[in-house]
């Protein structure tokens, strides 16, 4: 189901091997990086590399509804983050994260934009959706430039392990595609 994308700055594309080393270093296994993710810190390149694999190669093989892109510099090629993309019952949901180094660049905004891009040109879905922790200001300002709309009427609630154990608030976002087939 997906393709390369190729914006400004940007390619976002299937994994390639290598891409591992980069996004290992700058984002899966950095703490900062992760510290909004519901999961934890990589701790080896070969975890990264297994995850880059799945949803960043194997899926895109089979036309899995998941996928994932890998975000690189067009120029260089070097991995900078990812954007996946959830298939839900109804809609699809979109997380994506940026290592450390590429972050505050307006990259996520660009490669946000692409992406939603491309689901309406190939009528994916109809809506689009995403969350992050309430303090995540900096997701919440990547949504929002991006189009996304904040749902105010509905509260969301996730752990977030490098947080701690317990549930944090969300806010969940939103944008209206159009007609899909």
């Not at 976002?12 to 984002?27: A, H, I, M, N, P």
């Amino acid at each position: 189901m997906p393709n390369t994308i190729e914006i400004e700055r940007l390619c976002l594309r299937k994994y390639q091997l290598g891409d591992e080393v980069s996004l290992f270093e700058t984002y899966f296994s950095n703490i900062e990086a992760t510290r909004f993710l519901q999961r934890l810190p990589h701790l080896t390149i070969q975890q990264t590399r297994n995850v880059l694999e799945k949803w960043a190669d194997h899926y895109w093989t089979i036309n899995n509804r998941d996928f994932a892109w890998v975000i690189s510099d067009t120029n260089t090629q070097v991995a900078m983050g990812v954007l996946y993309f959830i298939s839900q019952e109804n809609h699809g949901e979109i997380h994506f994260g940026i290592g450390r180094k590429f972050q505050k660049q307006g990259y996520m905004v660009e490669a946000l934009i692409g992406v939603i891009g491309y689901l309406k040109q190939n009528h994916v879905t109809k809506v689009v959706s995403s969350f992050c922790a309430e303090e995540h200001l900096a997701s919440q300002s990547v949504l929002i430039k991006a189009g996304f709309k904040q749902n105010k009427d509905k509260t969301y609630w996730a752990k977030f392990p490098m947080l701690g154990d317990q549930l944090y608030p969300c806010f969940t976002y939103r944008m209206e595609l159009g007609d899909c087939e």
